[in-house]
């Protein structure tokens, strides 16, 4: 028998519109904060307002995690039988802490429900090629521990890259020496990331932003293999032109199932800064 289960996931998770559509998951708000401003990210302020904002602002914005309280809200307006939360990586956010204490405190007054809250290990639309999956698995009437089983299989087979335009926002948030922050860009040195068990690391630099394309997807080939049937995302920190390059170099040179694309929103987009790009695989 086909079990009702739905998707619930939170406000850093970047969609492409196919997916948000596909899957319909629940979102539970993340807010961002310039100084006394708060917003819920992609609810009170959109990703073109966002941008134009840390760009003039002189501190980095703030970011806060839902509360227990909010996911709890969430559960009780739900009248699905199971709820699958799949969460922001928890090693760079307390979300999906807060979320098992909600589950906890939830499940204590109804015994009845199932809820099961996951560990992306990863983020923005690394758990979107996530969701995607596991709203098709839904599809075809496989139970939640089927599901989870297969989650276990998707945290492996991610392939999740990126470059990133600028350091301003490491070189704001401290995790950036300012002078070595200001010579990286003088040299117009861009910086890749991986994004991998739950962490974003730095593997590499290439001067300019072609030859920083070309390196991420050397990077994503050699890491996917055979592409054959699987979808690529690609998401951009308000640089739409860069994503339409690169879309037709993925097509000209790849043989995708699928081409997708996605805006960072203000969640991600703290970290990344403007002008980045980030591509996932699955």
């Not at 807010?31 to 602002?57: C, Q």
């Amino acid at each position: 028998m086909k079990k009702d289960i739905k998707i619930v996931t939170d406000g850093s998770c970047d969609f492409p519109k196919e997916i948000l559509e596909r899957a319909n998951p629940d979102l539970v708000g993340i807010n961002v904060s310039f100084g006394d401003e708060s917003y819920v990210g992609g609810l009170e302020i959109d990703d073109v307002t966002f941008y134009e904002k840390m760009r003039s602002s002189a501190e980095l914005p703030k970011t806060s995690s839902p509360s227990p309280e909010r996911f709890i809200e969430l559960f009780k307006n739900e009248n699905h039988e199971e709820l699958l939360v799949i969460t922001l990586t928890s090693k760079l956010s307390s979300t999906y802490s807060n979320a098992v204490l909600a589950k906890q405190l939830y499940l204590e007054e109804h015994p009845e429900k199932r809820i099961e809250v996951v560990d992306s290990k990863s983020g923005s639309i690394g758990v979107a090629l996530m969701i995607s999956k596991c709203a098709k698995l839904i599809e075809e009437g496989k139970s939640m521990d089927e599901i989870l089983e297969d989650i276990e299989r998707q945290q492996k087979d991610i392939v999740f890259y990126g470059v990133l335009d600028t350091l301003e926002n490491a070189v704001k948030g401290g995790r950036v020496n300012p002078i070595a922050g200001k010579i990286i860009s003088v040299l117009n040195y861009k910086v890749l990331i991986k994004i991998d068990e739950g962490l974003v690391k730095p593997i590499d630099k290439a001067r300019g932003e072609v030859n920083s394309l070309k390196k991420l997807f050397e990077y994503v080939k050699n890491s996917v293999g055979d592409v054959t049937g699987k979808s690529v995302t690609i998401a951009h920190s308000n640089c739409p032109d860069k994503v339409t390059k690169i879309k037709r170099y993925i097509e000209d040179h790849y043989d995708f199932k699928e081409i997708l694309t996605a805006s960072i929103g203000p969640i991600m987009g703290t970290f990344t800064s403007e002008g980045a790009i980030l591509v996932a695989v699955l």
